[in-house]
């Protein structure tokens, strides 16, 4: 059996969950039972995200724009974090994606990318202080123990 690259389902699996890992700059589990998770990791990143033509980069960009207009806050905030982690992009950008899509979309809904950011950010900087207090405490006891 292959899928509609000519490979086998295994090798789209490895292809898809590679991607999905690089989108979003976490490791994914290699498999997950059901078929959402089949079509997600085999076809969509698999076949779709990696296509030539377009980085990652401008894919999340289109993605960002879309659930904007759609208005799904909770998956802007998870493009965004992981815009952000890979470094693709700045704080910066995303406001600017952020006011750019206000007018396209509508106030309302660009606003609510912007909240998502806010977020993000807010998230963003609580998990790096919460880290430079954990390395701190562990090299306050490694310099006494």
């Not at 389902?9 to 989108?23: D, F, H, L, S």
């Not at 498999?31 to 033509?53: C, E, K, N, Q, S």
């Amino acid at each position: 059996m292959t899928d509609q690259n000519g490979s086998n389902p295994t090798e789209a699996r490895k292809r898809g969950v590679a991607m999905m890992n690089q989108v979003y700059g976490w490791e994914m589990p290699s498999d997950v039972p059901g078929d959402f998770f089949a079509v997600t990791a085999d076809h969509l990143f698999a076949d779709i995200w990696t296509r030539p033509g377009l980085s990652v980069r401008d894919r999340r960009l289109l993605l960002l724009g879309a659930i904007t207009a759609q208005g799904q806050g909770d998956v802007a905030k998870i493009q965004l974090n992981a815009a952000l982690h890979n470094e693709e992009l700045t704080e910066q950008q995303c406001e600017e994606a952020a006011i750019f899509l206000c007018h396209y979309v509508g106030w309302p809904l660009g606003t609510g990318l912007n909240n998502a950011l806010v977020a993000v950010k807010a998230d963003r900087r609580r998990a790096a202080r919460e880290a430079e207090q954990a390395a701190a405490a562990e090299s306050a006891v490694s310099t006494t123990g």
